[in-house]
């Protein structure tokens, strides 16, 4: 195996954790007709979404999982055709 292989394998399982832990860290949405209302006024009234723990966790989680995908699929391309 080569040496580009294990460091992509080594990316790919960090991301793995990453988005494993960046999922769990997110506190619960509220569903439904109510969760919305709720949630517009608490977004109004509240504290800035953009500074909050939870905005950040979302960036977290949406790098992860391109990160996932790209090296998914760089593993299956190499896979197939260097080993």
């Known amino acids: 195996m080569t040496v580009f292989y294990w460091i992509l394998m080594s990316l790919f399982i960090l ?11 997110q506190s619960a949405k509220t569903a439904g007709l ?15 979404k953009g500074r909050s723990l939870d905005s950040l966790f979302n960036k977290i989680t949406k790098i992860a999982a391109i990160v996932f995908i790209i090296t998914a699929v760089a593993l299956l391309l190499v896979q197939k055709y260097i080993v």
């Open 34 to 48: 109510s969760g919305s209302i709720g949630g517009g006024a608490q977004q109004l009234f509240g504290k800035q």
């Open 15 to 25: 991301s793995c954790l990453v988005l494993i832990v960046s999922i769990l860290m």
